[in-house]
């Protein structure tokens, strides 16, 4: 079998489109807002927040971008997050992860008002995810997963995921999505780690497998039931052989070998990746309607 490559580029262009629609036909010269927080030089999150910048820009949502060194301080970034909770203009604040050394992220994320959470990292967000209230911003990568994965399969209702991973960025909240009983969900889902002493045991069971170990090439091919719809949220940045001395991104699957088992299979770069921005601009507008008494 030859699986379907999931185009994740072009479903996120064809929802982007769609918020682009949604921005230009809201009245007067109202435009959601988003704060993006940058503090240091790392220059993979420097990449994202021109990415995040750019897509902002493309569909017309107003960004506000804040770029500090390293030595800002904890203090100084609580008191721009506490002046940009109540900043009438800004509709979503983003604080680009991670903070350099010294920084404590969970009092940093603790502070952002969670209405304004278009992260969806706010623990009364994820609270609400766990209890299956639509009331609040469900974390970009996660979400994009999901949309994905509904695209794919259609009716979800009893099948089996099985995800890879349980950090809070990506598998706790996505398993906790995928259970809830609604029409985006409403699966059997197990999530496995890194204690599994055979994660394959598990891995061949799954209808629907979520690779979000962030170790390249974990899953190969004999993991995999024939037919399984796999989703890959691995992003890690490795030597290029083709480019010395660059670097490129590898998925968490073995793609040559799994996309002949899988039905559908998602690349890197080009899957995940493009959904997670995505999202965050669809947690914006949304934020901003909330802000507005928008239906
Ligand atoms: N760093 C890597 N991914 C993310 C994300 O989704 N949000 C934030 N704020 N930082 C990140």
């Known amino acids: 079998m030859s699986a379907e490559i999931i185009d994740g580029k072009k479903i996120a262009e064809d929802i982007r489109s769609v918020l682009a629609k949604e921005i230009n036909s809201l009245d007067g010269d109202g435009r959601p807002g988003l704060a993006v927080v940058l503090i240091g030089s790392d220059p993979a999150s420097e990449v994202y927040v021109r990415m995040k910048k750019k897509a902002c820009a493309d569909i017309g949502v107003e960004s506000y971008e804040y770029s500090y060194g390293a030595d800002y301080g904890e203090d100084a970034l609580l008191d721009l997050i506490s002046d940009l909770n109540e900043d009438p203009k800004v509709n979503g604040i983003l604080v680009q992860l991670p903070l350099p050394a010294g920084y404590d992220e969970k009092k940093v994320i603790e502070a952002i008002a969670p209405e304004k959470d278009v992260d969806g990292f706010h623990p009364q967000n994820v609270g609400r995810i766990v209890i299956g209230d639509t009331d609040c911003f469900l974390p970009c990568t996660p979400y994009g997963c999901q949309i994905l994965i509904k695209r794919v399969v259609g009716d979800l209702k009893g099948k089996h995921v099985v995800i890879v991973g349980r950090s809070n960025l990506v598998g706790k909240p996505l398993a906790n999505m995928l259970i809830q009983k609604s029409d985006m969900a409403n699966c059997i889902v197990t999530v496995c780690h890194s204690a599994a002493a055979d994660i394959g045991l598990y891995t ?91 239906a």
């Open 204 to 294: 061949r069971q799954a209808d629907i497998l979520v690779a979000a170990a962030g170790s390249p090439g974990l899953i190969t091919a004999d993991m995999v039931k024939p037919g399984a719809v796999v989703i890959d949220v691995g992003t890690t940045r490795i030597e290029n052989p083709d480019k010395p001395g660059t670097k490129r991104l590898a998925g968490d699957v073995d793609f040559e070998s799994v996309s002949q088992v899988a039905s559908a299979i998602t690349p890197v770069p080009g899957g995940v990746g493009p959904m997670t921005i995505t999202m965050l601009l669809s947690n914006t507008v949304k934020a901003y309607k909330m802000h507005n008494g928008i």
